[in-house]
């Protein structure tokens, strides 16, 4: 017992060692950590929950989010920041420094999920079948309140900060299409969060590498030829071979990926006949495939078409797959840079303690488009506990329709997204010299 507690000073020491031995420049100054005390003043997080609360109240789905973007703006003519609108339809896109080179941008996204919400509070969802189940109303405050503290040392930020009120995270792609735009061509790295309410407040999670993995669907029409149920000779069962398909797609998980590879083929859609009696004349099924490597990615793309068709055609069905990539595109996996794991541990470990930071959790299968970003330019995404740890009700996931959100844990995420961004930029001027004459002066 006594070797195993040596054990675990040893290792908090070392961790201890890595962050101190990383270039600290980004965390010595005061500046940053008192950001979190700002952040937590009454005026400023009363302000962030009443703009939380009302974005809440009114959820819009993916690039329909105009009250939301109209909100967004209207606080930042109240804080004198510039920004462009429209960026990819309702995106938003503001500016906090010097206005020239370089930049750092931080990202919230905007889009609610279509469900209903079953919480019942003053402050519900007032739109039908919508509701904020995913955390992004809670997203886009912090990095308003980021805008607020920000806004106050604008004259000690060295370099500009970029702020990205994204559209449609859920399935829609907003982060490609915000890249498409041009507007974020010369910023050299960009963070992200994401809200965990099984983390206690106070708390980050992230790693290095990959996070969140790459996801797509699939969509597939299986058709046969229909007929009385008790004559089955006469017909061709698409339901049957439904099925058949279905095993079949498990299979290219548990017997031909790598078991170090972690992969995932879910089937979560069949529809098919609406009598007893009756076969159909054909089934549709759909699901989504998830890998951590765009080749395992691909490969898997490239199976599922080869298995549903063919299957089909063993039971003398026809089969259509549609992989549905102009309405929901293909999300990469979410990759964090080596560089910004360092930066984000320095900092987090300065603002919050280390033993409130765990920088090597391990990857879930859940996707992200932050990783559109991430393809074009460093990026880094991390965990923002909401959980409060002092109470021990069930906590509801993300995506649940009684999902609640913690708001003390805001000024957290405000003052990590203002101190991870002006921290960046600090250190970069300082490891970059004469960048000046490398880099345009202006998005």
Not at 12 to 19: P, R
Not at 219 to 224: L, T, V
Request: proline fraction near 5%.
């Amino acid at each position: 017992m006594f070797f195993f507690k040596c054990l675990h000073l040893f290792i908090i020491i070392i961790i201890a060692h890595v962050f101190s031995s990383t270039d600290s420049s980004s965390t010595s100054n005061p500046l940053f950590t008192d950001f979190l005390d700002t952040a937590k003043k009454p005026e400023v997080f009363d302000w962030m929950v009443k703009i939380r609360r009302k974005i809440h109240e009114n959820p819009e789905l993916g690039y329909e989010e105009f009250e939301t973007s109209q909100l967004i703006r209207a606080e930042l003519d109240k804080l004198g920041i510039p920004y462009k609108h429209p960026v990819a339809v309702t995106g938003v896109i503001g500016f906090i420094g010097t206005g020239r080179s370089p930049f750092a941008a931080i990202r919230a996204d905007m889009d609610a999920l279509p469900m209903q919400e079953m919480v019942e509070w003053e402050h519900k969802s007032k739109v039908p079948g919508k509701m904020h189940a995913c955390g992004h109303d809670a997203h886009v405050t912090m990095l308003l309140g980021a805008a607020k503290i920000l806004k106050e040392h604008e004259k000690e930020i060295q370099g500009t900060v970029v702020l990205v009120f994204q559209p449609a995270e859920e399935g829609g792609g907003g982060a490609k299409k915000i890249l498409d735009t041009g507007v974020l061509e010369n910023v050299t790295a960009i963070f992200g969060l994401h809200v965990a309410p099984i983390l206690p407040i106070g708390e980050v999670a992230s790693r290095s590498g990959p996070i969140l993995a790459g996801s797509g669907f699939f969509e597939a029409i299986i058709s046969g030829k229909g007929g009385h149920a008790a004559i089955p000779q006469h017909s061709i069962d698409p339901i049957l071979a439904a099925s058949n398909v279905i095993i079949s797609l498990q299979h290219l998980v548990s017997r031909e990926a790598d078991p170090l590879d972690s992969q995932v083929v879910t089937v979560g859609k069949f529809q098919g006949g609406g009598a007893f009696n009756v076969i159909p004349d054909y089934v549709t099924i759909a699901g989504t495939f998830r890998a951590f490597s765009k080749e395992s990615f691909m490969q898997l793309k490239q199976r599922i078409e080869q298995v549903i068709t063919g299957q089909a055609a063993v039971q003398r069905c026809n089969a259509t797959v549609n992989f549905l990539d102009e309405v929901k595109p293909f999300y990469p996996p979410t990759v964090n840079n080596g560089d910004l794991h360092k930066h984000f541990g320095n900092v987090a470990v300065e603002l919050l303690g280390i033993n409130k930071v765990n920088i090597d959790i391990q990857p879930i299968m859940g996707a992200e488009d932050f990783s559109f970003y991430q393809e074009v330019m460093p990026g880094f995404f991390f965990w923002l506990g909401m959980k409060n740890a002092s109470h021990d009700q069930q906590v509801e996931s993300l995506h649940s329709p009684y999902f609640k959100i913690n708001e003390d844990g805001l000024p957290y995420g405000a003052a990590l997204h203002a101190s991870l961004a002006t921290s960046y930029l600090l250190k970069y001027q300082q490891n970059v010299p004469g960048m000046e004459g490398k880099f345009h002066d202006e998005l």
